[in-house]
């Protein structure tokens, strides 16, 4: 069954560092986004992307925050400067098609910041 | 206001009892209401989704919408110990962007 893959499973960086968390979409899906879940608290949404450009993105997803689609296979996520607060687990998750409402999610990246 | 409530419990039950999950939302524009579940250190995983108003059933499983009160609920059947999970409503609002409730932790005890 096809499925949504993410790499690292966790990564720790120190604070300041810049870090990249690497999904790889179901192969014929063609919206993806970033959602993350500080420990304890709700999943959040970051920013959805379409057609190789962010179609919306939350209050959270400031300057610090970038995605990209380098190949047409693998989606990122990169985080500058990261800050202790950056901690949590973040899930991609991508969707077939406009009609589709169905969005699968990665096992998700747990980043630590140190 | 939150576009999404949900008591984040935690509600532990014997097995073979009915699990009833709610939550509430804000916008009566919203037509799609889903239910995620989330094992520990794992994804959300679609369960199931309703649209409009009206019960859906799947197995063991049974979604209901009351848009005239803005409530959701999701009632699991005869709980089995696998049914352990956090149960997540969700909405999705512009591009199927997913506002989550805080999630449910269930407890299924054998």
């Known amino acids: 069954e096809p499925e949504v893959t993410q790499t690292p499973s966790h990564q720790v960086t120190q604070m300041g560092q810049e870090v990249i968390l690497r999904c790889v979409p179901i192969?014929?899906?063609?919206?993806f986004y970033w959602y993350r879940q500080i420990l304890g608290q709700k999943v959040e949404f970051l920013v959805s992307?379409?057609?190789?450009?962010?179609?919306?993105k939350s209050e959270i997803f400031d300057d610090q925050f970038s995605v990209e689609r380098p190949d047409g296979s693998n989606f990122t996520l990169k985080i500058r400067s990261t800050k202790l607060e950056d901690s949590a687990m973040y899930f991609c998750?991508?969707?077939?098609?406009?009609?589709?409402?169905?969005?699968?999610f990665g096992q998700g990246t747990r980043l630590t910041v140190v | 206001q939150k576009e999404v409530e949900q008591d984040p419990g935690p509600l532990s039950v014997p097995e073979g009892a009915i699990v009833s999950l709610n939550c509430t939302y804000s916008?009566?524009?919203?037509?799609?209401f889903m239910w995620y579940r989330q094992y520990s250190r794992k994804g959300p995983e679609l369960l199931m989704y309703?649209?409009?108003?009206g019960n859906k059933e799947d197995g063991r499983f049974t979604a209901q919408v009351d848009k005239s009160s803005k409530y959701i609920s999701l009632f699991i059947r005869d709980s089995q110990p696998s049914d352990s999970a956090t149960y997540l409503c969700?909405?999705?609002?512009?591009?199927?962007?997913?506002?989550f409730g805080a999630g449910t932790t269930v407890t299924v005890r054998a």
């Open positions: 998750a991508s969707r077939a098609d406009t009609g589709n409402t169905e969005a699968f």
């Open positions: 192969s014929n899906h063609l919206y």
């Open positions: 992307f379409y057609n190789n450009e962010i179609s919306e």
């Open positions: 916008n009566s524009a919203f037509q799609y």
């Open positions: 309703t649209y409009s108003s």
């Open positions: 969700a909405v999705p609002s512009n591009d199927y962007k997913l506002s």
